[in-house]
């Protein structure tokens, strides 16, 4: 959200936090499809031009299904993020972190061998870094953050990789944190900032992108608008620029 709101300042944008039912990442593929389908018929509701799949775990287990089902053009962040780490890699050996269910899926190390078979992959699931960004422990210096992101990534480091997708959006808060773990030699890649790229590009590519000054948001969660409240001032470094509405997503 707030990489779009930077690339294209001129668009509306419609967000849902589906609060009541995360974390996604721990989920079954039929249960993840369900809710991605119900997630969908929601935000269907308003006259939309395309949908950004923010979620990494959803991307990668329902995106094929969703673009079947849906006539929108829908970006996932798997392709945009592996595509910018191809594009970064010297050595050819690439990381991703991202949650069990998305490192379970195989999608990242399918999207690289699809652009270069001699791409050596390393995934990892880190399922402590969401609820912990949650709980606000995502600084430097937060000693539980710090010694649970050396725990995970210190094997990882001695890959020798030189490339590392944040393969969830939760974790570009934690870039320092791991940028400080793998050192300064190893790119970092924000899933979130691929795919509001790859959505401006689409937009652009098809004539579509707005002709206004700026646009505006409408933020809709499935749970409590307080608890939601506090988690948009950490990931969008503000307050909701206006109200947020509870929707009951079982309705979808």
Request: charged content about 25%.
């Amino acid at each position: 959200m707030r990489q779009l709101r930077r690339m294209t300042p001129s668009e509306n944008i419609i967000y849902f936090g589906d609060t009541a039912r995360v974390p996604y990442g721990n989920r079954s593929r039929e249960t993840l499809l369900q809710y991605a389908r119900q997630d969908m018929r929601f935000l269907s509701t308003f006259d939309l031009k395309a949908v950004v799949i923010a979620c990494g775990t959803i991307s990668s287990n329902c995106l094929e299904e969703l673009r079947r089902e849906s006539g929108l053009p829908i970006i996932g962040v798997v392709e945009p993020a592996v595509r910018r780490a191809a594009e970064l890699t010297r050595s050819k050996k690439v990381g991703m972190v991202a949650t069990r269910a998305s490192v379970g899926s195989g999608a990242y190390e399918r999207a690289f061998r699809a652009l270069d078979p001699d791409l050596e992959v390393h995934a990892l699931a880190c399922p402590l870094f969401v609820p912990l960004v949650e709980e606000g422990r995502f600084r430097p210096g937060d000693v539980v953050i710090e010694t649970v992101a050396r725990e995970y990534l210190t094997p990882l480091r001695e890959t020798g990789i030189d490339t590392l997708v944040l393969g969830c959006t939760h974790y570009p808060l934690l870039a320092e944190v791991i940028g400080g773990v793998m050192g300064p030699d190893v790119a970092l890649v924000d899933v979130g900032a691929e795919a509001a790229r790859a959505c401006r590009d689409l937009l652009a590519g098809r004539d579509a992108l707005a002709d206004r000054a700026s646009g505006g948001a409408r933020f809709y969660t499935s749970d409590r608008a307080a608890g939601f409240q506090r988690l948009a001032a950490l990931f969008l470094g503000q307050e909701t620029a206006g109200p947020v509405e509870q929707i009951d997503i079982s309705r979808y």
